[in-house]
């Protein structure tokens, strides 16, 4: 009973921890777990009417809105399994509004082989200024191969189109086989 009751403080010391380190950074939604169509509506739907109460510009709702459901896309599409036992696409987003932006933080498993092609696309979308960007969509468009899990690399363009900031990410090793992708989409309050 001793050792049951040492847990469940442990745990709320935990619950308490994660409120204040929420409160601190201003996160006001966090959600980790299977990403899926459903799960994208639901969390879209809590951010429209978290961002409605806010006395935020439409303009910056609206970019908001529409970079929370691309990063959900792209976990939803591009997420990979921890194991091979497992089939989930899990990921973890995170909305956080500063005093002079709000940043989209996703998170999800990669397989290691992908680390590489990622990291080029990646650096490329951040080396190109706004017109680049716009260059790029559209040679995608036209002539962008469709992989397996149906896209043609234009969610991050698209992410650093609409934020007009650089994309920050990290790759943190979980084994030989996989790492988790953390990437920070962050979109100016004060355009």
């Not at 799960?39 to 908001?64: D, H, M, P, Y």
């Not at 397996?148 to 943190?172: M, N, R, V």
């Amino acid at each position: 009973m001793m050792e049951n009751s040492h847990e469940n403080h442990s745990f709320l010391d935990f619950a308490y921890q994660l409120y204040r380190t929420m409160k601190t950074n201003e996160i006001s939604l966090v959600y980790e777990g299977e990403v899926t169509q459903d799960i994208t509506k639901t969390f879209t739907s809590l951010t429209e009417k978290s961002l409605a109460k806010s006395e935020e510009s439409n303009a910056v709702q609206r970019k908001v809105f529409n970079v929370m459901v691309e990063c959900l896309q792209n976990i939803s599409k591009h997420a990979d399994a921890l194991s091979e036992e497992e089939d989930e696409r899990r990921g973890i987003v995170m909305v956080s509004k500063g005093d002079d932006c709000y940043n989209i933080i996703t998170g999800n498993v990669i397989k290691n082989g992908k680390i590489p092609g990622l990291k080029e696309n990646l650096e490329q979308v951040n080396s190109l200024d706004k017109k680049g960007l716009s260059d790029l969509y559209k040679k995608q468009m036209k002539e962008g191969r469709i992989s397996d899990k149906g896209g043609a690399g234009l969610g991050l363009i698209d992410i650093a189109k609409k934020t007009g900031s650089e994309l920050s990410y990290q790759f943190k090793k979980i084994s030989d086989e996989v790492s988790f992708f953390i990437l920070t989409s962050t979109i100016r309050r004060n355009n």
